[in-house]
T-cell receptor
């Protein structure tokens, strides 16, 4: 079946612009996670949802970052007033109910000029 | 707090065994994972172990867990050039309800397999 998909795969934007990154989880998966991965590092947790409820947003770096999952399926991570330090790979993962496995999408490479 | 550490590089010859090591600090971890990342690709879950287990074997992969020392290792038998990739160790904790919460990753070990 289809895996986790993310769009766009690549995004180049100018400093100060807003960006929206989309994640489409595996159908029926309850939990959805966002991570950010800098070059040469492991992914770092940003936030996660169970269904439409945001359970933990402790990893969001500041209030320019927000995420939503209004219908418990597709999620959008929004970064307002982007800065060069926001450049990274943004990864999404989903997990079925009562499961400990997280399945990752291909990621969105964000470059802020 | 949570902290996961890995050695950065490992180089082996094709056909040899590879052993990738990881240490973690959070004693309440429930699951420990190994992910593989190939260039331009997403993260692929290779295997995982529950924290009350000592060992898990899955074809060429063997995971060993030493809870006392908080040490996790991944052994790849008969390493092939296609195994060249970055390998990440990660831990998670039960977060209540239906969720196991966030993963905390190490910085990754770059495995290079020489013909």
């Amino acid at each position: 079946g289809a895996g986790v998909s993310q769009s766009p795969r690549y995004k180049v934007t100018k400093r100060g612009q807003d960006v929206a990154l989309r994640c489409d989880p595996i159908s029926g998966h309850v939990s959805l996670y966002w991570y950010r991965q800098a070059l040469g590092q492991g992914p770092e947790f940003l936030t996660y949802f169970n269904y439409e409820a945001q359970q933990d947003k402790s990893g969001l770096p500041n209030d320019r970052f927000s995420a939503e999952r209004p219908e418990g399926s597709i999620s959008t991570l929004t970064i307002q007033r982007t800065e060069q330090r926001d450049s990274a790979m943004y990864r999404c993962a989903s997990s079925p109910r009562r499961a400990y496995e997280q399945f990752f999408g291909p990621g969105t490479r964000l470059t802020v000029l | 707090g949570e902290d996961v550490e890995q050695s950065l590089f490992l180089s082996v010859r094709e056909g040899d065994s590879s052993v990738i090591n990881c240490t973690y600090t959070d004693s309440s971890s429930t699951y420990l994972y190994w992910y593989k990342q190939e260039p331009g690709a997403g993260l692929q879950l290779l295997t995982y172990i529950f924290s009350n287990m000592d060992m898990k074997q899955d074809q060429r992969l063997t995971v060993l867990l030493n809870k006392k020392d908080k040490h996790l290792s991944l052994r790849i038998a008969d390493t092939q050039t296609g195994d060249s990739a970055i390998y990440f160790c990660a831990e998670s904790m039960y977060a209540g309800g239906t969720s196991y919460g966030k993963l905390t990753f190490g910085q990754g070990t770059i495995l290079t397999v020489h013909p």
